[in-house]
């Protein structure tokens, strides 16, 4: 076994369809007195419910978090957190209400409570973004890191088909990319290889029927460890993609990982063979690349960049960015590579193990 370092982070994971009900003592066992609930325009019904939940632990609610959280909204909610005397967060929503948490304990040192609704996993990572003009910062702070995470599954059941699918694929990009991280461990590896399959899994039986609440809960509990994954060791050529993708071609965030997932393993897994096998053994296949671009056909996420919006004569400078810093990457790259597999990935062409040979 190759030597490692493994960091466990204290989180508190409350777990069930229905747990949202017990948001009164978790906050009591912070000491939370003087709740903020955080939510966007969308989600207010959801924050006014926490709010009621909460009694007279709560002082209030914020909800204008936006994708991305631009720096004058993280200043809007840290002004809203210092006027109401905060002395806690409450995140009810998905990664960009859990963003605007984040930047506004960045500033405070308040803690969170998170009341997940997509699969992002946000809320089990103490990664943070902003994005000043077009640009989005990201960094690393355990000082963001939720203190305790509500997982309710019942909340879920809201989420458009589409979002289900394509942020369910979002959580099996951070666990597939964790495989064969830099400092990949092998407790991280069985966080993801669990994750990856209760996806998997679930997330068919799912789009076919948003109000099956078991699946929900299957999808979720996968989420939550591959969130932990994302949170726990390093990411790379997926994660350096749809970064570049999102925040300088201005794509949408989980659709995007979606798009790229498959061109990513087909170009990275050859090189990873450790990851290959686990990767193959959760999915229940001989090639994981083709697997999760079926996957992603089966439950209607999007095909291409060119159906998110991309123009062909974008390729080549998106290209040009993910080789500008690239992060650590199992298999060595070069702009001819990257290239192709934007190009493949524009086109939606099923990908392969085989799809990189001689690159
Ligand atoms: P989102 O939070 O942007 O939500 C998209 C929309 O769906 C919003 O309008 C939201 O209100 C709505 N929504 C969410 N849950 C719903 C539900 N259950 N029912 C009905 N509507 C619902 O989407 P996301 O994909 O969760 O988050 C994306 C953002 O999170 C990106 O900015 C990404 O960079 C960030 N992110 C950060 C991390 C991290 O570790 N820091 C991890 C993953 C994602």
Redesign the pocket.
């Known amino acids: 076994m190759k030597p490692f370092t493994y960091n466990s982070r204290p989180a508190r994971i409350v777990f069930g369809a229905g747990s949202l009900e017990r948001l009164g003592e978790e906050l009591d066992e912070l000491g939370i007195r003087r709740a903020l609930v955080l ?5 207010r019904f ?1 924050a006014d419910r926490v709010r009621k939940l909460a009694g007279e632990r709560c002082v209030g609610v914020f909800d204008g ?5 631009p720096v004058a909204t993280a200043q809007a909610g840290v002004d809203a957190a210092r006027e109401a005397d905060a002395d806690g967060l409450i995140a009810a ?7 605007l948490a ?1 930047a506004i304990a960045l500033e405070t040192s308040l803690p969170i409570v998170a009341v ?14 902003m994005t000043a003009g077009n640009e ?1 910062k ?1 960094g690393k702070s355990y000082r963001v890191l939720p203190r305790t995470v509500i997982y309710d599954a019942s ?6 088909a589409g ?1 289900t699918a ?2 369910g694929l ?1 959580a099996i990009a ?1 666990a597939a990319e964790g495989l064969y991280a830099q400092d990949a461990n092998p407790v991280m590896s069985m966080f993801a290889e669990e994750g990856i399959g209760s996806l998997a899994r679930a997330l068919p039986l799912v789009c076919a029927r948003p109000d099956d609440l078991a699946a929900r809960e299957t999808a979720q509990y996968g989420a939550w460890l591959c ?1 932990t994954v ?2 726990g060791v390093g990411m790379a050529l997926h994660h350096k993609l749809c ?1 570049t993708l ?1 925040g300088s071609f201005n794509l949408p ?2 659709e995007t990982h979606a798009v790229i997932l498959p061109y990513a393993m087909a170009f990275n897994l050859p090189s990873a063979p450790e990851a290959l096998q686990r990767l193959g053994r959760a999915l229940g296949v001989a090639d994981p690349a083709t697997c999760l671009h079926e996957l992603g056909r089966q439950l209607g996420a999007p095909a291409s960049l060119e159906t998110l919006g991309l123009k062909a004569d974008q390729l080549d400078h998106a290209a040009e960015m993910a080789m500008r810093s690239p992060y650590w990457n199992p298999r060595p790259l070069s702009y001819d590579a990257v290239r192709r597999l934007l190009q493949l990935a524009f086109d939606g062409v099923r990908p392969d193990l085989a799809s990189f040979n001689g690159i």
């Open positions: 939510s966007t325009p969308e989600q959801l978090a936006v994708m991305h959280v929503g998905g990664g960009s209400t859990l963003g984040k997940p609704t997509t699969y992002a996993g946000s809320e089990v990572t103490p990664i943070y973004g989005k990201t909340l879920t059941l809201t989420l458009p979002l394509t942020s979002n951070h969130g994302l949170g970064h999102g965030h989980a």
